[in-house]
């Protein structure tokens, strides 16, 4: 079973509106972590937010916000106001355990934003 | 500039050609790895280590190896290349920071065999 879900291989937002990409996930460790990366065309992976299991309160970071759903196990990444430079590649990965472990992706979602 | 170098950035390679591609770090951070990323696969874990003279598999290790004889330095080696090794690599390190374990990506060998 995948670890980590992202069910939308694409989306459109139009340039301003706001735009969540979804991530449900998979694990029975009650420490884990969650986390979203941006990848542009130019390839790099750039760390957006964070989400631990035991934090009480959804992570935000600027226009980023992570809507925290732990019943459900979905980590959904919501970004306001998009730009025309938020056109990229999503990914949402999770680490499991207490310890210093692996990040488990999942195969992305692609963000286009249209003026 | 700290954070974690990856070399070459661009590589081609013939069928059963061997290379290592190189990822050294500066941040003194214990955890490192490989991942391989393929178009519609996302990022695949190769090997990862948890400190010097430690190594594990990830979910895909077929064809690489990987040492850990210091900190700063993990190395992967593909001893025979084959086409289906064709993809974008990348190298990560992480360590606790106020955000939990932040992982710090370097900016990837895209790898060509043919």
């Known amino acids: 079973a995948q670890k980590i879900t992202q069910t939308q291989p694409g989306m459109f937002v139009q340039e301003k509106e706001a735009v969540t990409l979804d991530c449900t996930y998979d694990?029975?460790?009650?420490?884990?972590?969650l986390f979203w990366y941006k990848q542009p065309s130019s390839g790099e992976m750039i760390f957006l937010i964070y989400q631990g299991s035991y934090d009480q309160q959804n992570a935000t970071e600027g226009r980023y916000s992570l809507n925290f759903q732990k019943a459900r196990k979905s980590a959904n990444l919501v970004i306001s106001a998009s730009q025309l430079g938020d056109s990229a590649m999503y990914f949402c990965a999770m680490r499991e355990g207490p310890g210093n472990t692996p990040l488990v992706f999942g195969k992305g979602t692609r963000l286009s934003v249209i003026a | 500039n700290a954070g974690v170098t990856q070399t070459p950035k661009f590589q081609v390679l013939k069928t059963g050609q061997s290379m290592t591609l190189q990822c050294a770090q500066d941040?003194?951070?214990?955890?490192m790895s490989w991942y391989r990323q393929d178009p519609g696969m996302g990022l695949r874990l190769i090997h990862y280590?948890?400190?010097?003279?430690?190594?594990d598999q990830g979910e895909v290790p077929n064809g690489y190896n990987v040492s850990r004889s210091t900190t700063e330095d993990f190395p992967l080696r593909l001893l025979s290349a084959a086409p289906s090794q064709t993809s974008v690599y990348f190298c990560a390190s992480s360590s606790w920071d106020r955000s939990g374990y932040g992982y710090t990506f370097g900016s990837g060998t895209r790898l060509t065999v043919v």
């Open positions: 941040m003194n951070h214990e955890y």
């Open positions: 280590s948890v400190g010097a003279g430690i190594t």
């Open positions: 694990t029975s460790d009650p420490s884990y972590g």
